[in-house]
Structure formats: C-alpha cells, structure tokens
C-alpha cells in the first residue's frame, strides 16, 4: 500500500509520517541548490548560437547517472530518511536536470536554421540520458549490493 501525499490527508502534521514540512523544506532547498548549480555550469560553459547545447546535454547526462545510480542504492538500503532522498533526488536532481531547456535549445536550433542539429541534440539527449540511466542503475547495483544482502557495507551504517 502506498503512503499517502502530504496535504491530501493531513498526514503532514502526523509526526514520523515522512512527509510534511521537513521534505517540503528539504526539496525547496534541495531545487535551489541544482537550480544554482545548473546555472554556475551555464555560466562557465555557456552555449554558443548555432552550435550544440553542451552544457546542458552534459548537465542531463550527468543527472540522470546519478539519480538512476542514487534511487539503485535507496532501494537497497530503504531506511535512508526519506527527505533525504527528496531533497537529493526531485529537489537537487530535478531541478539540475531540465528537459524544457532541451526542448527550447532544439526549438532554438530549428528555427536558427539548423534544424538537423536541433534532431540531433535532441536524439543525443535522449540516447544519452538513457545510456547514463543504465550505467547508473548499474554503478548502483554495485555499490548497494552489500547492502541487499543484508550486510552492512563494509562496516559502515
């Protein structure tokens, strides 16, 4: 059975139910820290017109691997707090991660008169991300399994 969300059934104010104001405050700062860091990357390695959006493929495929590897290992160790993994996975991933950037940089691309580079970028995001996903899920498998097994990873908690 699946818990309830927060605001729908009052469970935010029940204490040790999981949700309610720490995850809503852990995602919001969670999303301020990707959104930051996602900008910073942008400024550093800013995308040029006409050419392939790097910063923002690279930002994509970087965040995929490491949601797909960090939910591999949450699953098995399923007793990390659960704002934790909100406010690392939808707020700090979430927001790092943009598929409306993709989506407007290949819009950009079409209408700059590129629009094979536009299908392009697009198709790579996608390959990639995916690509990046299972590389992570793996990674994670790896790096959970003592802890699948019942085991305690080696000493730590």
């Given at each position: 059975m ?8 009052g ?16 995602v ?23 050419d392939?959006?790097?910063?923002t ?18 699953i098995?160790r399923?007793h990390?707090?659960?704002?934790l ?20 940089s290949?819009?950009?691309?079409a ?15 996608v390959?990639?991300?995916?690509a ?26």
């Amino acid at each position: 059975m699946r818990a309830p969300l927060a605001g729908l059934t009052g469970t935010a104010s029940k204490p040790g139910s999981g949700y309610g104001w720490r995850v809503w405050t852990a995602v919001a700062a969670g999303g301020l820290l990707g959104t930051e860091l996602r900008y910073v990357l942008g400024l550093l390695v800013p995308d040029q017109p006409g050419d392939l959006p790097w910063a923002t493929l690279s930002i994509n495929v970087a965040g995929s691997f490491v949601l797909a590897a960090l939910t591999t290992i949450w699953i098995a160790r399923p007793h990390t707090a659960f704002w934790l993994r909100a406010a690392i996975g939808p707020g700090v991933l979430g927001s790092f991660t943009t598929f409306s950037a993709v989506v407007f940089s290949t819009d950009q691309l079409a209408r700059g008169g590129v629009p094979s580079l536009g299908l392009l970028y697009l198709g790579l995001s996608v390959v990639l991300g995916l690509a990046a996903a299972a590389a992570g899920w793996r990674t994670g498998k790896l790096l959970g399994a003592p802890y699948a097994l019942g085991g305690t990873g080696g000493g730590r908690p």
